[in-house]
């Protein structure tokens, strides 16, 4: 069985870097917030070009912080994408906040700008939820259309919350590296996202000094900025751990590398498979960190069997779009409101993908997809 994400000969890579690290952590017993930490967080700044990274416990740990410092919860609405994981319209109705979805581009999997203005239109004219935030979602590894999406949340003065959980390190067309691109950028650093650590983790990133002040007091129990025990807000316990932080600045290290990697095996990923499914669209001038590389065939069933029998596994990034999920039942919408996700829920799938897949095998995947849809 080939892996469907290879961690492991990343470790090889990495193992000593990594154990040096943990080992330092484990000399220093500064397991909370200990020096890696504060190392880390100037590391991920300067990557992304963010004035300001804190750490945080998860992705959706990050979006619930990003909620809370821009004070949304009962009564306010949230517009985001139906096409996601979960965790995204799960944090804004963890605060009280009502998600209202918008649309998808089918070519890209993300927010389709126009709808979104629909989208915005709609809600104020309803007028029983005060519009309070956009949160697009940088699905598959590419970035959201940042540079329309902001046109109209600045024409309507809407904060936007950017999901990069699976976008870390995407460019957009303007150069700008995920997540700097929103009011509040946010990732996960789960094992499996493009960049990982060993466990839990995740950041916040802004270049708002209130915001991260205010996301600085959140992430310990609404700590004051001078006396940790004089809690001026409600907050959360949602710091990352010094092993994890550790763990993160060893694999940042290689990953510039590993972004490389990515293209070109979704490159070759693209030459082999012209032809035999609906292969990814990457807007002109952006770079994906291919967190997931998607295919979609009306035989997905029947490539999914022929992969599996093949040693090859697959996965399907969502089967349920998030309006169809019966966590979501409360908010009244029904099969048919967003033609788009709906289209791409129900006949996506994922290969693998990670930065050590050769060509040999990524041919032999491509081969065996031909034979099931019978080319
Ligand atoms: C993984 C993911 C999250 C949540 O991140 P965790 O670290 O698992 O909490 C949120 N949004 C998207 C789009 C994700 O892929």
Redesign the pocket.
């Known amino acids: 069985m080939i892996p469907f994400i290879d961690l492991k000969t990343q470790y090889g890579a990495i193992r000593e870097e990594v154990l040096n690290g943990l080992n330092a952590v484990l000399e220093s017993g500064q397991f909370i917030l200990g020096r890696e930490v504060s190392e880390l967080e100037k590391q991920l700044a300067a990557f992304t070009g963010s004035k300001y990274a804190l750490c945080c416990s ?6 619930l912080m990003a909620l809370m410092a821009l004070e949304i919860g009962p009564g306010d609405a949230v517009i985001t994408t139906p096409f ?2 979960f ?2 319209p799960e944090s804004v109705a963890l605060r009280g906040a009502t998600p209202v979805f918008s649309d998808i581009d089918l070519r890209t999997y993300n927010m389709d700008p126009e709808k979104l203005e629909e989208t915005i239109r709609r809600v104020q004219s309803e007028g029983k939820l005060k519009l309070k935030a956009i949160i697009p ?3 598959f590894g590419q970035a959201a259309d940042y540079p329309a999406i902001r046109a109209v949340a600045e024409k309507y003065s809407l904060p936007i919350i950017q ?1 990069a ?2 976008g870390f390190g995407a460019k957009d067309a303007t150069g700008a590296v995920a997540p700097s691109m929103g009011t509040i950028g ?1 990732t ?3 094992p499996a ?1 493009p960049l990982g650590c060993y466990g ?3 950041a916040v990133f802004t270049d708002d000094e209130e915001l991260y002040g205010k996301m600085y007091s959140i992430l310990v129990h609404g700590r004051s900025s001078e006396d940790k025990y004089d809690n001026v807000r409600l907050g959360l316990n949602a710091r990352l751990d010094t092993m994890q932080a550790a763990v993160l600045l060893a694999k940042l290290k290689i990953f510039p590398g590993e972004l490389e990697r990515r293209q070109e095996v979704a490159r070759t990923y693209m030459e082999c498979l012209d032809g035999l499914a609906t292969l990814p669209v990457i807007l002109p001038g952006y770079r994906s960190v291919w ?1 997931q590389f998607c295919l979609r065939s009306p035989k997905f069933r029947e490539i999914q069997d022929v992969l599996k029998a093949d040693g090859i596994p697959t996965a399907r990034y969502y089967p349920i779009p998030m309006h169809l999920l019966k966590a979501m039942k409360g908010y009244g919408y029904k099969r048919g409101d967003f033609p788009c996700a709906e289209e791409a829920a129900s006949n996506i799938f994922a290969l693998p993908m990670h930065p050590y897949l050769e060509k040999e095998t990524i041919q032999r995947i491509a081969k065996s997809i031909a034979r099931a849809v019978g080319q």
């Open positions: 998860s992705g959706t740990d990050a979006l996601t994981f965790a995204t979602v940088d699905l999901d959980c699976q946010c996960s650093f789960f996202k839990d983790g995740g967190a």
